[in-house]
């Protein structure tokens, strides 16, 4: 369709659009839909221009965009509006993040809003609270099983207090992220209610089959995500007396976006916790958005054109809301799930780096960083307006999905490798210290991913227990050493609540039945605050975790060469230890910042020969900007000790 042919289908849109929303002022709405109708048509039309109600749908669509502007709060409307003449504000090194467990980190959100004070001492400006919304409390998979997409648990509080929470956050320049489950809703949620109660309609709203013909065909090229505790992609339903598509769990019923009904109702949804105050949704599982036989039905075409028109009408609606991808796919597929677009990310501006933390974790066991470099390297390039979110340890358990290719090339055989990991964070690899457990472990194939937390995985936890200051010391610099580099990488740094602390390996879940077969809640503890005013004790480990964690954010944010336009450069320097690249200013390239890290349990040398044509590096003294030293060098060597990182700027 030509554009002249897609402004007169808006006009017509426009005329059929609810005669109570056509009586607000409508002014940013309709320049936004104008400036976006015809993309927006474009990717519908490819989705659903074959069914005979598409023009029906389509007016449903422009609807709810119209309906959830109107019901966007003023102040809401403004940060749109200053977001719109800033579009790069998110890619500055001032953004400094943290994921928590509301109940586990501070009860409700009312304890939240008291810990924002907290937050802010070290540095953190932007919050992921992990899900919220009302889930069965037997069947929740963490929050992921959503009974009510419009309604948060009683456990958190209440919608008032949310959007006081928001607004405090406001005040304080601080970011709020939500999570958005658009794969999948709980068994008990009340679409699944009304189709096994027989209503077609709603039974169309999920995949769902009376034999197992077209199950079976799907099975076959489909992979088992849950091996160990919910194997396979189908679950019969008694009450409905049919198949229903299960990727996760069989009490998480996947949606059917070959229905448009389900997409306006997931926008519909965006749109609304858009309106509640959140600055960034998270989207889970983007990958697995589109079914097709005979494929994976992971990463599908279809899939990447659904978070495009998400976004589209989202800029329509509330531009100044941005999305994450939750996409823990192939590391080529990743950067895929910015958009297609050579600038703007169409799809989500943020999307998660998964493999450079599984690089991370990779060198930690490895003392080199062979795979690293090698991994990084072959990373494809991420969009100029879109950025990583870059994290040690999240909510999940950490995956080894490198490349094979790149562990080939950095000399390793790819399953024995990867077994290699696995036994020495699991603590089957006798000289490990690491005190992880394994999860999802498929015995046909015998994969498995890790469950555990930062400190437990470093050997916090094991030197404790021999009360080795050595070893303590070693510890703390490993977490150090990790969180420098996802500061310095590029993109937004994620922490994860407890690691400021160094919180250990939770037990407490094994008493829960609902939890005790998923290993992932080891690293979802409750926060021990008892041991967080431990911070204020010279000397104690909660202290030099902290301080070093504070002092390292608050130097970012002043380095202009860690906002993230695209400014790294690896470097080769002959060391296999040494994980080395320069970030370089936007505005001025002699404030660029040399990132040098050593995975090594040995001090190490870089060649200061090595660093090419970096003249000012190898004739100007260095100072390390987070802690105001001055490197040893000997001739051209730096001298870099064990499980030390340094942001290096040269001094003239």
Known sequence: MYEQQSHALLNRMLDRMEPDLRRHDLRHFYTRLGANFYAIYTLFDRLYGHREDFEDQLVALVNVMAGKYISRSAALKQVDRERESDHDWFLSQQWVGMAMYLDGFAGNLEGLRSHLPYLQELGVNLVHVLPILECPPEASDGGYAVSNFLDISARAGTM???RALSESMRKRDMLLTLDVVLNHTSDEHQWARRARAGDAAY???????????????FEESMPEIFPEHAPGNFTWDAAMARWVMTVFNHYQWDLNYGNPAVFIEMLDVILYWANQGADILRLDAVAFLWKKIGTACQNEREAHLLLQLFKDCCQVSAPGVLFIAEAIVAPVEIPKYFGEDAVIAKECEIAYNATFMALLWDAVATKNARLLNQGIR???DKLERATWLNYVRCHDDIGLGFDDNDIVAANYDPRAHRRFLLDYYTGRFAASPARGKPFGQNAKTGDARISGSLASLVGLEWALERNDAHEIQRSIDLILLLHSLIMSFGGIPLLYYGDEIGTLNSNDYTADATRAADSRWIHRPVYDWQRARRRSERGSVEQRIFDGLQRMIAVRKTLNAFADFNNRELLEVGNEHL???IRTSAQRTQDSVLVVANFSDRAQHLSLADLHNRARYALWQMQDACSGET??????QLEIPPYRFYWLTAVP
Request: hydrophobic share 35%; proline share 10%; charged share 25%.
């Open 160 to 162: 008032d207090d949310l």
């Open 203 to 217: 039974r169309d709203y999920y995949y769902t089959f009376a034999s197992r013909d077209m199950p079976d065909m």
């Open 378 to 380: 072959s990373l494809p």
């Open 579 to 581: 994980f080395v690249f």
């Open 631 to 636: 490197p040893a060098v000997t001739g051209e």
